[in-house]
């Protein structure tokens, strides 16, 4: 069947967040748009508001939904997380006052799939109630997108892993309890087999910060640099602390980049959708050279435009929900899917956020609307969970497996012969 309509029920639970969205968690959008404080469990006046609202969202069962029960969340499904996402996504705030903000989920997700229950109980729960923030750290300084080039090694002594080595852009380590860390174990293994991911706490000797390298619009001098730049300098971490077997760190990775690519598209489509709402408004009410812009061919284009490939984009992003849905945890399912959206949503983001931040003028330019902000936010889309290149690749490689060479010289879809083939099959009509 196909059914493009939401479930009533679960509507009246959209129509609810909508509302919060504005009353509760809009103002914390504006009195702290810094995606540092929102990292930072520290920070008392943020916290002092927050904590309520994770509350209420645990009430009204909304909280960290990214979750299937079996893995104690809701257990919804990724379509109903699609519809409360594209929603979530207008806003900073709304993600963690929803417990669904990455990197948490996708951290949250490889602990209920991989950890023992100690490790569950001790580093998922604190993490699900949103007690604590965590940190994922594969990429490397010398070359991020390329895990055969991963140098951070984990060596077994007696009772313990000795991990050694420099991670790059390891996000919100300054903040997390705890970092989740992948290093080679096996050097001479197959690439798959190569790597073991670990649980390090963030206070274990030789964890240090080099430095927190400042992500566009992070302030240096307000200190809000986010992206950690590592030194692993013989840390030494229990043997069970590794999570997932030895040897199986790649498949921990892969498993967690591909809800957080999902989950980030989910939020792209709400991002957009505000561009565009901004966008028409503007068109509305704006006149130049006595007309209204919305009343101009070109501005009608912009705004075409943007409606046709945000609905384009969200069918997919939908799709991609659906097949995650009944792919009953095989990964191999939504592969292509999950590549599909990861490459669309950089663009898409970027021409509608354009379009909008260019059709508010100079007003655009400033930090006077959300415009600039999301403006800045354009390259992550790009490069945060691979670059696009590399999602491009997947996708082809993926549809080719469907296809074989043509048998002879010419292709299958040769007229000739198929011309040839057409009259010997109606001959006897066409003969007659
Ligand atoms: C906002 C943000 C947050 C991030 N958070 C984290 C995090 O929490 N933890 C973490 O571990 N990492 C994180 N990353 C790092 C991210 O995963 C890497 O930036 C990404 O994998 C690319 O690696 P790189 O930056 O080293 O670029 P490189 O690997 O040096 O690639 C640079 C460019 O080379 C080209 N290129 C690379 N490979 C190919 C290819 N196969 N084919 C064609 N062209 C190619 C592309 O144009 C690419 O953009 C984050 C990145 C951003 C921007």
Redesign the pocket.
Known sequence: MWDFSTDPEFQKKLDWIDRFLIEEVEPLDVLFPSVSVVYNTRHEASRAILKPLQDEVKRQKLWACHLGEELGGEGYGQVALALMNERLGRSLWAPTVFGTA??DTGNAEILAMFGTPQQKERYLQPLLDGDIVS????????????PRVFTTTAVREGGHWVINGE???????RYAEFVLV?AVTDPEAPIQKRMSMFIVPRETEGLEIIRNAP??GERLEMDEA???YLHYNNVRVPLDHMLGEQGGGFAVAQARLGGGRVHHAMRIVGQCQRALDMMCERALSRRTQGTLLADMGTVQTMIADSQIELEQFRLLVMKTAWIIDRSHGDPRQARAHIAMVKVGMAKIYHDIVQRALHLHGSLGATFETPLAYMWM?V??F?????????H??TVARELLRRYKPAEGMFPSEHLPPKIAAARARYAHILNH
């Open positions: 990455a990197p940190c994922f750290s594969m990429t490397e300084p010398q070359g991020g997108a390329d991670k790059w852009f390891s996000s919100n380590a992948l992500y566009m986010t992206e950690g936010n390259p992550t790009g490069l945060a969970d691979g670059p696009t290149e590399v491009r690749v």
